[in-house]
């Protein structure tokens, strides 16, 4: 029996030490890595033949066993070693195929267990593909949030108006509404096609003639501007004593032009919280773009153009009201006019 286990370490002629053990080795590399070309598993100690025996009883090839089980330990270590540096080179790509499935779960959780209410808000900024900076109407503080999966990224722009959720881990962008589905929508009508004339209202025949030449003309004959080599306003003011025909003069010019007729109420501007004044007046001027030509008629428009205060002595609602008008003329005369 001993001499049997010591011949098992018997090389045969046409092969090394080196080479039958790395090719014993190479035997299980099909195992792990479904005959992966790179795979290379380093050979173990060479055992000298004199280890075998054991040096306190004299026994030839004694600790023979021993180190066959050395041995196949380290094959199984180093397999395992292989394994564990594929699965992490693999883990950032599963991570982002399951973070997906984890949303998706968390959000449909979310909607059974507490009813599905939603919260609508807009994007202030993206800050990479998974996280945007949002406002909600309720609350004047902005929010970092995470952006679910199923959100189309081109689509998460500021001003966008976004559905949010509220999951473990706080607030989440799980939806991007329309662009028609904001503020604007239930206090503006942009297709509204008045049906009112000059006839209708009476009298004031010196401001009709007004209010035709500086806003009917620019926009049925541009060229007579051009011509003349002068730019036409951008916007006229209306003042005077409710019910003396404002509105309904501004809408006779809307008529006589075919201009769609945007009716703005000045107090609906301020009485907002923080930001969302500036916001309202961009998202009604893009309306006006999206239906040109359109007339936007800024109902009581004294509330936020007031005279100006000292800013060290300006309440917080002053400067709201001073951002607002600051983006009203932005919008209508712009910084490249």
Same mark, same amino acid.
């Given at each position: ?23 014993? =080795? ?8 479904? +005959? ?20 306190? %009883? ?29 699965? %992490? ?36 900024? %993206? ?22 999966? +199923? ?35 239930? #206090? ?9 004339? =000059? ?49 309904? #003069? ?24 923080? +930001? ?10 893009? %309306? ?37 008008? #600051? ?11």
């Amino acid at each position: 029996m001993m001499a049997a286990s010591v011949e098992a370490f018997h090389l045969p002629p046409s092969c090394s030490a080196v080479q039958q053990q790395q090719q014993q =080795y190479n035997s299980h590399a099909g195992d792990v890595c479904d +005959g992966d070309a790179d795979l290379f598993l380093r050979p173990p100690p060479l055992i000298a033949r004199e280890l075998l025996d054991d040096r306190d %009883t004299g026994s030839v090839g004694e600790n023979a066993d021993l180190f066959q089980q050395l041995i196949s330990l380290e094959k199984e270590l180093a397999l395992i070693e292989r394994k564990e540096e594929r699965l %992490t080179f693999e883990m950032p790509d599963l991570i982002k195929e399951v973070q997906p499935l984890e949303d998706e779960y968390e959000y449909e959780y979310y909607t059974a267990t507490v009813g599905g209410a939603l919260v609508v808000g807009h994007v202030v900024d %993206t800050v990479d593909e998974s996280h945007a900076i949002v406002a909600t109407d309720d609350n004047p503080r902005l929010f970092c949030v995470p952006v679910i999966g +199923g959100v189309e990224r081109d689509l998460l722009k500021p001003a966008a108006n976004v559905v949010l959720c509220m999951t473990s881990l706080g607030l989440a962008v799980i939806g991007v509404l329309p662009a028609d589905s904001g503020w604007a929508v239930p #206090l503006v009508t942009a297709t509204e096609r008045p049906d009112v004339t =000059y006839a209708d209202v009476a009298g004031l025949d010196e401001q009709k003639q007004e209010v035709l030449e500086a806003i009917e003309l620019p926009l049925t004959h541009p060229e007579l501007f051009s011509g003349a080599g002068f730019e036409a306003p951008r916007g006229v003011l209306l003042h005077g004593p409710p019910g003396t025909g404002k509105t309904m #003069l501004a809408r006779a010019v809307a008529h006589h032009t075919s201009a769609a007729f945007i009716h703005v109420s000045g107090s609906e501007l301020v009485h907002r919280h923080l +930001g969302e004044g500036p916001r309202m007046v961009r998202e009604v001027f893009q %309306t006006a773009r999206e239906n040109a030509p359109a007339i936007i008629f800024f109902d009581e428009v004294d509330a936020i153009a007031a005279a100006r205060a000292d800013s060290d002595d300006a309440s917080a609602a002053d400067r709201e009201v001073y951002r607002v008008l #600051l983006e009203l003329l932005a919008q209508m005369d712009g910084f490249d006019q």
